[in-house]
């Protein structure tokens, strides 16, 4: 017997999913501007607990900072969605949003410096992390169970539009809330989440379909630690070890990003082989789910450390070039890159109701080529570019971001079985949360790169030409250049808080003012970080390029209760049409 959509008697659906749609959006909208508030505000939030980011140990602070939400959300995702198929989507929903802000307001109250500050701040994150993944393992299905099959693009979109807007929204209010106090970047969250908590909590409703299940701990349990290792590999392989740029010659993280590969492998044999697998493996047959996830992930994957890029390129070399102070380069990042959501804003809606009358694959892999066309367009931009043809480019990024996402979100949701949307939602949110730590590690270890082969140069014989005495200009040339980059980001010159004070004195004023000025750094890093910023954009190109490939396999239109019911009331026709037609034989032969 086929599952299908929950009808509600007297009409509700038309009121309720409506309902359904503005929570979840509301959700959603909470945690993005959380996220892009966080990645704008990281230079207030490191002077306000005082830590210096060039020191030794501190970058591992820094990108637990700004990975850690992404890692446990990647990890819980899908043991959320399938407890929220076992127990009620709307509960564990509700769940989500109350820890979420519970724990908004640990951040909000932090009182710790240095890297006890640095510590608190990680532990509360993935507690917001453990909120989010209840929030976006059963948002999707919410939704799903709540709109036809023939207005889910359409609800998507609008979904698909709170997502940027609140990555614009989080971009401007960092700027703004930041300079004034650090901690407000995570009160804002707050009133959103007693907010949602609240209305969800007497709104929404549990009309899904629910499964009879256990939890297979086996498989959550390896399936945890494989990713996590993984993912921790990912992370502390782009951090200086024994004099190389980079970790990726650790025994730790090779240890890490090995163990954590064979873990998964392992989890897959054990998912093939329990009762009730963590990951329904049997999914991804349906060929229009495991293209849209395989499409997703490719996506993210190049996509993923774009923004940090973006903002690296704006707030760390471009802007301090422009005349800007490094105290609202913040800000003006966030500003200037408002043409990356503009576009979304109406390609993401209009993109999904077209794939609800046409189908996703022609609107999505349209998305795809154009956008990575865009990433080739941006390598060509010099380094101190121009604004217009800056925003032109990521205008129309966000243009054909928006027709694919809309789309493929639809395409997923609508393939799967009713009783299985949660579980089916969070695999797809994992791959897509995994898929965006492995861009920012790739990312940055492809920056570093270039970073690296001649950064140490530039920065030697700039210094020297400056006046810096051979020693200092040696020391200060061999600083890591993911300190030198996460510097550039934060807002700090390393010349400012590296040189000794009276080195500057014996320089003179006019040297000492341009080497710790606004200029002297953004321009001696430009040439270097340009050099792997170009190899960076080739690969999310690539990625991209090839995530359209697999979209446009995805096949023609799907919706999985329908095509269920078509395929059983075929079957059915043609036993009732073998049936009439032995009795016809039978009725011949007894004539005769």
């Known amino acids: 017997m086929t599952v299908t959509d929950p009808v509600v008697p007297g009409g509700r659906n038309d009121r309720y999913k409506w309902i359904a749609l503005s929570n979840t959006t509301l959700g959603i909208l909470m945690v993005t501007i959380n996220s892009s508030i966080l990645l704008i505000s990281l230079p207030a939030i490191f002077r306000g607990i005082d830590l ?7 970058t591992s602070y820094f990108l637990w900072i700004l990975m850690g939400f992404i890692l446990v959300t990647a990890v819980l995702v899908v043991s959320f969605g399938r407890v929220g198929d076992m127990y009620g989507r709307v509960r564990m929903y509700n769940l989500g949003f109350a820890v979420f802000t519970f724990f908004s307001i640990l951040l909000s109250v932090t009182w710790l410096t240095g890297p006890a500050g640095a510590i608190w701040i990680i532990l509360m994150r993935v507690g917001q992390g453990i909120g989010g993944a209840f929030l976006f393992a059963n948002s999707s299905a919410i939704v799903t169970d709540a709109f036809p099959a023939d207005e889910r693009g359409k609800a998507m979109g609008i979904n698909g539009v709170a997502l940027v807007t609140g990555s ?38 549990d009309n899904g379909v629910r499964i009879k299940s256990t939890i297979d701990w086996v498989g959550n349990a390896t ?34 990003v090995v163990g954590g590969a064979l873990l998964l492998g392992v989890f897959v044999l054990i998912e093939l082989r329990v009762e009730n697998p963590m990951f329904q493996l049997h999914l991804f047959r349906i060929r229009a789910y495991s293209a849209g996830v395989l499409a997703g992930f490719l996506s993210a994957l190049g996509r993923g450390g774009i923004q940090f890029m973006l903002i690296i390129w704006l707030q760390g070399i471009w802007l301090p070039q422009h005349g800007y102070d490094y105290s609202s380069t913040p800000l003006w990042a966030g500003i200037y890159m408002v043409p990356l959501t503009i576009g979304f804003l109406v390609s993401g809606p209009l993109a ?36 217009l043809p800056f925003a032109a480019i990521l205008l129309l990024f966000s243009v054909f971001s928006g027709m694919f996402f809309s789309p493929n979100q639809m395409a997923v949701m609508n393939s799967l079985p009713p009783e299985q949307r949660g579980a089916g939602a969070g695999m797809n949110a994992t791959f897509v949360n995994s898929a965006q730590v492995l861009s920012i590690g790739v990312f940055f270890s492809i920056v570093t790169l270039g970073l690296a082969a001649t950064l140490p140069g530039d920065l030697y014989h700039g210094l020297v030409a400056q006046g810096m005495p051979v020693a200092q200009a040696v020391r200060l040339s061999h600083l890591p250049p993911i300190g030198s980059l996460f510097a550039a980001f934060l807002g700090f010159n390393p010349i400012q808080t590296e040189v000794p004070h009276q080195v500057l004195v014996n320089l003179g004023s006019a040297h000492a003012a341009y080497l710790t000025g606004r200029t002297f750094f953004p321009r001696l890093i430009s040439p270097s970080f340009q050099n792997g910023l170009r190899l960076a954009f080739d690969f999310a190109a690539a990625t991209t390029f090839l995530a359209a490939v697999i979209s446009w396999l995805r096949g023609p239109q799907y919706v999985h209760a329908e095509q269920a019911l078509d395929d059983e009331l075929g079957t059915g026709l043609l036993e009732v049409g073998e049936l009439a037609s032995t009795e016809v034989s039978a009725g011949v032969m007894i004539d005769k």
């Open 223 to 256: 399936f945890a630690v494989g990713l996590v290792s993984l993912l921790v590999g990912i992370v502390y392989g782009i951090q200086p070890y024994g004099g190389h740029t980079m970790g990726w010659t650790s025994p730790f993280v090779l240890a890490t």
């Open 352 to 387: 999904g109701v077209l794939a609800d009358r046409h189908g996703a694959r022609g609107i999505a892999t349209t998305g795809l080529v154009g956008a990575g066309i865009c990433y080739l367009l941006l390598e060509t931009l010099p380094m101190d570019f121009s604004y």
């Open 168 to 205: 614009f929204l989080g971009l401007i209010l960092g700027g703004v809330l930041a300079p004034i106090e650090w901690r407000l970047v995570f009160l804002v969250s707050v009133p959103f989440g007693l907010l949602g908590t609240v209305w969800a909590y007497l709104k929404l409703e």
């Open 52 to 58: 210096q980011p060039l020191a030794p140990g501190n």
